[in-house]
């Protein structure tokens, strides 16, 4: 089991369940995610989905090992969704999003918040988009994204840095709503998504859809221009150098790169 799924008030709550992975998406954890969002998508009994970690993650993003086996193995077989899937899915889930980062939220553990219609954080949680110290490019649309969200400073340091943020300084930047006590998280993103969830879903997906719709064609072209990057950059020399010492257990040597 890699996902929990548990209703309550209108508000299915999706919790990452891969604890001893701080929650990093594998690729039946993309598959399982984007399967339960298309579930909820058309679900009338679900009016809000929020999205959690179990553990002292949220998600750690992509896990680098299998990454590392699908640069490097031409046979390792993809999911049937995978990355790309899940990203279809954020993009297209017609109603509200509430995601509540109970712990660290690395790469889709960060750019996730681009398609939050509400975001918590954990006053002791910590975010990081570490693309560049993966020697690779932004994901998720957020390249376009970020910057609406967060201001383009913002954005260009979070990510061109690859360093951490703190639930302080997300909350100045915009980058979530609201930071709560670790204890009183996930209690206080349920209850504003029991506030959304008692609306008609027709109004919520209405004002949603008029919302995001002028943003659909800047995604798509977005995440082309970021696919082409990713896949120039995923297993060239940065990107395998990357790899190489996570899985040895160093820091990376860019220094001729």
């Given at each position: 089991m890699t996902l929990q799924i548990a209703d309550a008030d209108r508000v299915r709550t999706l919790t990452l369940d891969r604890p001893d992975a701080l929650n990093a998406f594998n690729e039946a954890l993309y598959d399982a995610t984007a399967d339960a969002l298309l579930a909820a998508a058309d679900d009338p009994d679900v009016a809000v989905v929020l999205v959690t970690g179990n553990g002292r993650g949220f998600s750690a993003g992509t896990d680098l090992l299998e990454m590392h086996k699908i640069a490097t193995d031409p046979a390792f077989e993809r999911g049937r969704h995978g990355f790309p899937g899940l990203i279809d899915a954020l993009v297209a889930f017609p109603k509200p999003l509430v995601v509540a980062v109970n712990g660290v939220g690395l790469g889709i553990g960060c750019t996730i918040l681009g398609f939050a219609?509400?975001?918590f954080m954990s006053s002791t949680a910590r975010l990081k988009c570490p693309f560049t110290s993966l020697g690779?490019?932004?994901?998720?649309?957020?390249?376009?994204?970020?910057?609406?969200l967060v201001g383009r400073?913002?954005?260009?340091?979070l990510l061109q840095s690859s360093e951490w943020v703190s639930a302080a300084e997300a909350l100045e930047m915009g980058l979530v709503w609201r930071v709560c006590e670790p204890d009183d998280l996930l209690a206080e993103a349920h209850r504003h998504a029991a506030v959304l969830a008692a609306r008609p879903i027709s109004s919520l997906v209405a004002v949603k859809r008029t919302m995001t719709e002028p943003l659909r064609a800047e995604i798509d072209a977005a995440r082309e221009r970021e696919n082409a990057a990713f896949a120039e950059?995923?297993?060239g020399p940065a990107n395998l150098e990357a790899l190489t010492a996570f899985a040895e257990g160093r820091e990376p040597d860019f220094s001729g790169l």
């Open positions: 219609d509400l975001a690779v490019a932004p994901e998720a649309a957020s390249s376009y994204l970020m910057p609406l400073q913002n954005a260009a340091w950059l995923m297993g």
